[in-house]
């Protein structure tokens, strides 16, 4: 905790020192999740859906930048798209082993369909014991893509009983990401990754 306090409060904000220590396969990922996630340049306690009670509800911890949430993020800070950087390249370190240990044959799956399983693993929408981790495990890509849109959010925005920006999209690319691992290349009609001109990797790090 104290080195993430210490990041927030001397960042290295020189764009060749950022991203020191990752590879392709770790900026790819940032890469994917910049234009998903947004950036909140300070500290705020969102939102989500609270099946039981009907509602949207506030989460216990607040989030800043690039989706960094939990009790170390206080109220009033704030950080610039290159100081949350760190964070996020972390945060996307600290997952995949959780992934890898989840999902073993990870490392063998299409590009594309990793970065699915990343941005999906980023937001809690996939993990360990989800049923959609299990048809991944079993190889059955299409039913894995439906049962992760049996997701509350996405089907209330889709219903038209909640408005929440950004997460049909999201969980669609998701979707059509899984879809990809089971043809091994990306089908007629599958999404890119988003593009944003002000809100991708390479913008902020003024490539």
């Not at 704030?78 to 996020?88: H, I, R, V, Y």
């Not at 240990?101 to 929408?125: E, G, M, N, Q, Y």
Request: glycine residues 10%.
């Amino acid at each position: 905790m104290a080195a993430a306090n210490n990041l927030i409060g001397k960042p290295n904000t020189r764009p060749a020192a950022i991203l020191t220590g990752a590879d392709a396969e770790l900026k790819r990922y940032m890469k994917d999740l910049v234009p998903w996630e947004g950036h909140l340049k300070e500290a705020k306690r969102l939102e989500f859906y609270d099946t039981a009670a009907g509602k949207m509800v506030q989460e216990k911890f607040y989030t800043i930048g690039f989706g960094d949430y939990g009790k170390h993020v206080k109220p009033g800070q704030k950080q610039t798209e290159a100081e949350s950087l760190p964070f996020l390249k972390k945060n996307v370190e600290d997952r995949l082993p959780q992934i890898r240990a989840a999902i073993p044959a990870f490392d063998s799956l299409p590009k594309r369909t990793k970065s699915a399983i990343v941005v999906a693993w980023f937001r809690t929408s996939l993990r360990a014991g989800h049923k959609t981790t299990t048809l991944i495990n079993q190889g059955k890509w299409e039913e894995a893509a439906a049962e992760f849109l049996k997701h509350d959010e996405y089907l209330a925005v889709k219903a038209g009983t909640l408005k929440k920006g950004g997460i049909v999209d999201r969980m669609e690319w998701v979707r059509d990401g899984l879809l990809v691992g089971g043809t091994g290349g990306v089908p007629s009609g599958v999404q890119r990754p988003g593009a944003h001109p002000r809100r991708s990797l390479g913008h902020i790090l003024g490539e």
